[in-house]
């Protein structure tokens, strides 16, 4: 099993359209998340960081479920511009030194 | 404006040749490490650095190399690159642990032949 999964996609959505994106992780005592988001093979850029309350920010928003191990993140009224691969980003020890990227999320908005 | 910059870019080389990847932060960073990303998994760690002169390994780090004798500078050193090191490279920097938001350089294309 891998450390961070993530459904590969790609997501192909219409604009104004919700989506959702799941991930998993193997690490019960995981204690931080992230969500980082990649434009076209570009460098990756911190989208927002994942609370254990869960978080917004606009469109989008953060969950955490500890006893399922997943994080999720919600797109509301999605923009052509929200088309990038989304990665979630899972630390696997206390220091944070160790952090493990899921292989990412492709989400394609349309018009 | 802050950032993270690598050089070169795009780099092919052939198998063995000794080559450096440098990268250079100017965010008075802590915390710089390197990543290789290869289709369908992901970004792997490869090395990290804490600060000057500490560094330790990642996930992946057979076959590499890096030294961190200055804050601002991380190179990462392919002593005898294989063709299995044909990658995009990340090198990555955030003010204390991966915790903080890394700010990402824009990339390296390697590939070996």
């Known amino acids: 099993r891998k450390e961070v999964e993530q459904d590969p996609g790609p997501f192909n959505v219409p604009e104004g359209a919700t989506v959702a994106f799941n991930c998993t992780y193997s690490n019960s005592a995981s204690q931080s998340f992230f969500w980082y988001r990649q434009d076209c093979r570009k460098e990756p850029k911190l989208l927002m960081s994942?609370?254990?309350s869960g978080n917004e920010d606009g469109r989008f928003t953060a969950q955490l479920n500890r006893a399922s191990q997943y994080i999720s993140l919600l797109i509301r009224d999605s923009k052509l511009s929200d088309s990038a691969t989304y990665l979630c980003v899972v630390n696997f020890d206390e220091y944070g030194n160790k952090l493990v990227f899921g292989a990412g999320t492709i989400l394609r908005v349309k018009s | 404006e802050a950032q993270v910059t690598q050089n070169p870019r795009y780099l092919i080389t052939v198998t063995g040749k000794k080559l450096t990847v440098t990268c250079s932060q100017n965010m008075n960073h802590e915390y710089m490490s390197w990543y290789r990303q290869d289709p369908g998994l992901g970004l792997r760690q490869i090395y990290y650095?804490?600060?000057?002169?500490?560094?330790d390994k990642g996930d992946v780090p057979e076959g590499y190399k890096v030294s961190r004798k200055e804050k601002r500078n991380f190179p990462l050193i392919l002593e005898s690159p294989s063709p299995n090191q044909t990658s995009l490279y990340f090198c990555a920097s955030s003010l204390w642990t991966g915790l903080n938001e890394q700010f990402f350089g824009p990339g390296t294309r390697l590939t070996v032949l």
């Open positions: 994942v609370y254990s």
């Open positions: 650095s804490m600060n000057v002169e500490v560094t």
